[in-house]
Nanobody
Framework: QVQLVESGGGLVQPGGSLRLSCRAS????????MGWYRQAPGQQRELVAS???????NYADSGKGRFTISRDNAENTVYLQMNSLKPEDTAVYYC???????WGQGIQVTVSS
């Protein structure tokens, strides 16, 4: 049973923007901190950003000033707005719910000219 459904990835040129979305069931969304992770080829999965139930946010240094995480409690959806994208942002991005440890299926983001 799919608990987290991601959308919004794709191919974008350097300097461009994308917005990722992750829709969760109400039970999961209301009881977890929601986060975005990414994994590039040959690299470990790493945290990109997270947002608590109360709206407190946390960002990896790589995304500070460029990425914004937000959550829509009415839609049970968490967003990751990514601006000024760089080729090194290319990765599979995963939605996560913590502490229940649910993961989305992953969505590809490719930054290339």
């Amino acid at each position: 049973q799919v608990q987290l459904v991601e959308s919004g990835g794709g191919l974008v040129q350097p300097g461009g923007s994308l917005r990722l979305s992750c829709r969760a069931s109400g039970r999961i969304f209301n009881s977890n901190t929601m986060g975005w992770y990414r994994q590039a080829p040959g690299q470990q999965r790493e945290l990109v950003a997270s947002i608590s139930r109360g709206g407190s946010t946390n960002y990896a240094d790589s995304g500070k000033g460029r990425f914004t995480i937000s959550r829509d409690n009415a839609e049970n959806t968490v967003y990751l707005q990514m601006n000024s994208l760089k080729p090194e942002d290319t990765a599979v991005y995963y939605c996560n719910a913590w502490p229940d440890n649910h993961w989305g299926q992953g969505i590809q983001v490719t930054v290339s000219s």
